[in-house]
C-alpha cells in the first residue's frame, strides 16, 4: 500500500514537471507568469504529449474540455499548482464524497440564481409593457361603464 502510494505520488509530481515544461517550451506561457488561463489550457491540450501524460494520471483529456468553464469559473488564470490540483480532482478513479456533491449543489444553486437574474431582466421591459396597456384596458373598461350609466 506504501509502495503505491509513493508510486502514485512520484508519477504525479513528474507529470506535473512535463506540463509545467510543456507550457514553457511550448510558448503557451507567454507572460512566463507560472499561471495557466483558460486559453492556454486549450492550447495545452493541443499538445499531444500532455494529453498523453493526463492520461497517464487517469484524467480525460477531451473530457477535460468540457470541465474548462468549471475549472476557470471567473475567467481567471490559476496558479499552475492550483489547476493541477483542479486537474487532479477531475479523475476518473475518483469518487464522489459529501463535499463533491455539496460543491455541485453550491455551482447548481449559483448558476440557477445567475439564470434567474437575467431572465429578470429580460422580462422586466415586457412586464412594464404588459401591466401598462391592463391599466389602459382597465381605464377604458370604466370609461365604457361611466358611459353606460348615463
Excluded: H, W
Excluded at 506540463?19 to 488561463?37: A, C, Q, V, Y
Excluded at 469559473?73 to 483542479?86: H, T
Excluded at 448558476?111 to 384596458?137: F, H, M, W, Y
Amino acid at each position: 500500500v506504501v509502495a503505491a502510494a509513493e508510486r502514485e505520488e512520484a508519477l504525479v509530481s513528474y507529470t506535473k514537471e512535463r506540463i509545467l515544461e510543456m507550457l514553457r517550451t511550448s510558448g503557451l506561457d507567454k507572460n512566463n507568469d507560472k499561471k495557466i488561463s483558460e486559453e492556454e489550457f486549450n492550447g495545452l491540450l493541443e499538445i499531444p504529449e500532455a494529453c498523453r501524460a493526463l492520461q497517464q494520471l487517469g484524467v480525460d483529456p477531451v473530457g477535460l474540455v468540457d470541465f474548462a468553464d468549471f475549472i476557470f469559473e471567473e475567467n481567471q488564470a490559476l496558479d499552475f499548482s492550483d489547476f493541477m490540483e483542479v486537474v487532479l480532482q477531475l479523475r476518473g478513479t475518483n469518487s464522489a464524497t459529501v463535499k463533491d456533491m455539496v460543491d455541485l449543489r453550491r455551482f447548481v444553486r449559483r448558476e440557477i440564481n445567475e439564470a434567474q437574474k437575467v431572465l429578470v431582466e429580460a422580462l422586466q421591459p415586457l412586464a412594464v409593457k404588459l401591466s401598462g396597456e391592463r391599466i389602459d384596458l382597465m381605464l377604458a373598461e370604466e370609461k365604457r361603464l361611466q358611459q353606460m350609466e348615463q
